[in-house]
Nanobody
Framework: VQLQASGGGLVQTGGSLRLSCAASGSFRSINDMGWYRQAPGKQRELVADITPGGSTNYLDSVKGRFTISRDNAKNTVYLQMNSLEPEDTAVYYC???????????????WGQGTLVTVSS
């Protein structure tokens, strides 16, 4: 299973970006999908995740500013980020749990990361 993330970049404070992450490869189905981020010198943290049915969970500091969504037909997850702040600067990673193999076992997979830089 491969996850291809895109959409990062440089934006000014208050600006917006939309991240996308598409899953491809051999799998039965995709379960939960999510976005994590890691800022320099900090641990990776969960930003938001979403179930196949659309239930979502957000990091407190991004609630009301970020929106996670997914297109199950395209095996793609999105993160719409509005009102960006310098504290949002980080490498953003997508993660997906996929059911693979003959037995349909669930495994986690990570994308390569995309850099989001918010200038003050």
């Amino acid at each position: 299973v491969q996850l291809q993330a895109s959409g990062g970049g440089l934006v000014q404070t208050g600006g917006s970006l939309r991240l996308s992450c598409a899953a491809s490869g051999s799998f039965r189905s995709i379960n939960d999908m999510g976005w994590y981020r890691q800022a320099p010198g900090k641990q990776r943290e969960l930003v938001a995740d979403i179930t196949p049915g659309g239930s979502t969970n957000y990091l407190d500091s991004v609630k009301g500013r970020f929106t996670i969504s997914r297109d199950n037909a395209k095996n793609t997850v999105y993160l719409q980020m509005n009102s960006l702040e310098p504290e949002d600067t980080a490498v953003y990673y997508c993660k997906a749990k996929a059911f693979v193999g003959v037995w349909g076992s669930e495994y986690p997979y990570w994308g390569q990361g995309t850099l989001v830089t918010v200038s003050s």
